[in-house]
């Protein structure tokens, strides 16, 4: 968890700027549809990930992925600096590639870790998770418009040490693995993948979280557009507050409830019942982001951020700490490569929110977004309370 710290901070620092890299070397058009290229990539390479950890033992996979990865992002710090397209294209596609097989690896590796308190565990994997991301962003921020070919350097850096911290300290948990079926690579790859998709009840649960995570996502897509050109501009102290600054003041109120509040919410709801909890938080989670989609106003806006954080704060490490108990010991990898492609799509539904809202009212995308959510949290609540598999 230590090593994803510093993967998520490098990650965060380097990967959601590479569109801007793109668009100053080129054009948006060409940022746009090769991003969009990548990530379909990275989606599929993600089931080839699920299904080798499922077969295979996960230490030298993850050392040897890790090493990759650093290297490519040390040529992408090289192409900046020589402003090459071809090498920086070439390199960010094969990282995508490597981190998409890696992802439900290291994953799985978290799962097999755990011998109890995996709530605990979930929640500071969770807290974990939103302060690598926090660093992240104000180190990419910072590196942007400052020798960015050396950010890319420091996270050669910091991945190379990872590996030898796995190399090192990291224990191979003996787990019980999959049988393989067929001798053939292939299809015994389709054959794991259909032994999760007749799943029902994690089938149930993976589409409903992929609903709900749109709402999240649609921070960093139509809600930001939405802002910009919707927020009515205040002035505070002088300094005038319009929709690209409202949108920063959003992921500020988040990142600090979360780095600063995340165990004192959960340590209070400790004592109610596991389903009250998770009714309480979907719902404040569903207003939050329907709202936020929806007012363009500051006090508004800053309610229903801090509803949305918190609805999340208290849901997020329940959904990922019941989702542990239902996946089988040896499918790991396949379950998590599924709940990967999940929010692939989501991320995919999330942008094509903002094609949409050019054509529907901001009630009506908040509507959209209201149903959607809504649905999302019925069907989550409903695998994750069940006794036995739902039809």
Aim: with cysteine; net charge positive; charged share 15%.
């Amino acid at each position: 968890m230590i090593s994803n710290l510093f993967q998520e901070i490098i990650y965060t620092a380097t990967m959601p700027f590479v569109a801007l890299y793109l668009t100053d070397m080129i054009s948006v058009k060409f940022s746009g549809i090769f991003l969009t290229i990548a990530m379909i990539i990275s989606m599929i390479f993600s089931f080839i990930g699920g299904h080798i950890n499922d077969s295979n033992r996960k230490k030298n996979i993850i050392v040897y992925l890790q090493i990759l990865m650093s290297i490519f992002l040390l040529l992408m710090g090289i192409s900046l600096l020589h402003s090459s397209l071809l090498l920086f294209c070439s390199s960010y596609l094969f990282f995508t590639i490597a981190f998409g097989i890696q992802y439900p690896i290291m994953e799985a590796a978290i799962m097999d870790a755990i011998t109890e308190h995996e709530s605990y565990v979930y929640k500071l994997s969770y807290w974990i998770t939103n302060v690598g991301v926090a660093i992240g962003s104000v180190v990419g921020a910072v590196f942007y418009g400052y020798k960015p070919h050396l950010l890319f350097t420091i996270g050669f850096i910091v991945y190379i040490l990872v590996a030898l911290a796995f190399i090192k300290w990291f224990t191979e948990i003996i787990v019980q693995r999959r049988t393989k079926k067929h001798n053939n690579i292939l299809r015994d790859g389709i054959s794991s993948y259909t032994d999760v998709l007749k799943d029902r009840r994690y089938m149930v649960l993976t589409i409903g979280f992929s609903l709900i995570i749109i709402g999240e996502l649609s921070i960093y897509s139509y809600i930001a557009i939405n802002l910009k050109q919707n927020f009515k501009d205040i002035y505070i102290l002088f300094i005038n507050i319009d929709g690209i600054r409202m949108y920063s003041i959003i992921l500020l109120l988040n990142t600090i409830i979360v780095v600063f509040f995340t165990f004192k919410i959960t340590k209070y709801i400790e004592k109610i019942s596991t389903e009250k909890v998770l009714i309480l938080g979907l719902s404040l989670y569903t207003v939050g982001y329907v709202g936020l989609s929806y007012f363009n106003t500051l006090i508004p806006i800053i309610i229903v951020i801090i509803l949305a954080t918190v609805g999340e704060i208290i849901y997020s490490p329940i959904y990922s700490t019941e989702r542990y108990k239902i996946i089988p010991e040896s499918k790991r990898g396949s379950y998590s490569a599924l709940e990967t492609f999940g929010f692939y799509c989501a991320e995919i539904v999330a942008r094509l929110a903002i094609v949409l809202g050019v054509y529907l009212s901001s009630f009506n995308m908040s509507l959209l977004l209201l149903i959607i959510l809504t649905v999302g949290s019925i069907m989550v609540y409903r695998s994750l309370t069940a006794k036995k598999s739902i039809n």
